[in-house]
């Protein structure tokens, strides 16, 4: 799988069977964190068969079951854009090895997540990671025209960029973004004001250049 095919087929999946993540899928998993890890200078932390932090009201609540397998990410305030940009490299990379994903930001247990404290950077969000017990469901997405803006006529790479915008996750499916086309190749990407809507931008501008493509434009 590609990862442009992941971003189609990858969705939110919240029931996980009790089947660990193990072997060359665990390495490459592993491998994988580490680069963007050392990309983003961001914490991330793999935990692995530890389902405590899912193991709460809240999450039962967010109808979250056998999670055992989570990404934690940890920064300073102030980076969630890149929280979300280099976290659903992560999610996407791990659609590819047919793992299923969930983000979570506020059903699970801070107090639970396996983490070393580490000085200026907190807990901001983690990703549940492990072989879902169903694939998922599309999700409801906004009218082109309600995310997309531009002057003239938009190329093909531009729509390429929207469209793989509109699959991306979003926090409650909120999609308080918009992509505008400055001249000819120059892209704006804003966001508005929403539940953890920064971190949804980051995902969205990941999700973006996938489909349009680095080559074709540059963020304004």
């Given at each position: 799988?590609?990862?442009?095919?992941?971003?189609?087929?990858?969705?939110?999946?919240?029931?996980?069977?009790?089947?660990?993540?193990?072997?060359?899928?665990?390495?490459?998993?592993?491998?994988?964190?580490?680069?963007?890890?050392?990309?983003?200078?961001?914490?991330?932390?793999?935990?692995?068969?530890?389902?405590?932090?899912?193991?709460?009201?809240?999450?039962?609540?967010?109808?979250?079951?056998?999670?055992?397998?989570?990404?934690?990410?940890?920064?300073?305030?102030?980076?969630?854009?890149?929280?979300?940009?280099?976290?659903?490299?992560?999610?996407?990379?791990?659609?590819?090895?047919?793992?299923?994903?969930?983000?979570?930001?506020?059903?699970?247990?801070?107090?639970?997540?396996?983490?070393?404290?580490?000085?200026?950077?907190?807990?901001?969000?983690v990703i549940a990671v492990g072989y879902g017990a169903e694939d998922g469901k599309p999700h409801k997405s906004k009218d082109f025209s309600a995310v997309a803006k531009?002057?003239?006529?938009?190329?093909?790479?531009?729509?390429?960029?929207?469209?793989?915008?509109?699959?991306?996750?979003?926090?409650?499916?909120?999609?308080?973004?918009?992509?505008?086309?400055?001249?000819?190749?120059?892209?704006?990407?804003?966001s508005k004001l929403g539940f953890w809507s920064k971190v949804d931008l980051g995902i969205v501008k990941q999700h973006f250049e996938i489909g349009a493509e680095n080559?074709?434009?540059?963020?304004?």
């Open positions: 799988m590609t990862i442009k095919e992941a971003i189609k087929e990858r969705h939110s999946v919240r029931r996980y069977l009790d089947r660990p993540i193990s072997g060359n899928v665990l390495k490459e998993l592993e491998s994988y964190i580490d680069a963007v890890r050392d990309e983003s200078g961001l914490t991330m932390d793999l935990v692995l068969s530890d389902g405590r932090a899912f193991d709460t009201a809240l999450a039962h609540y967010g109808h979250f079951s056998g999670v055992q397998n989570y990404i934690a990410i940890s920064a300073p305030k102030g980076s969630d854009e890149d929280i979300g940009y280099f976290g659903e490299k992560i999610v996407l990379f791990a659609q590819t090895l047919g793992l299923n994903t969930c983000w979570v930001a506020l059903t699970y247990s801070k107090a639970k997540v396996r983490t070393a404290k580490r000085k200026g950077v907190s807990v901001r969000i531009a002057d003239g006529v938009m190329p093909a790479w531009f729509v390429d960029g929207v469209e793989a915008a509109l699959l991306a996750p979003t926090a409650m499916n909120q999609q308080k973004f918009q992509f505008i086309l400055v001249g000819n190749n120059s892209v704006k990407a804003v080559e074709n434009f540059t963020w304004a």
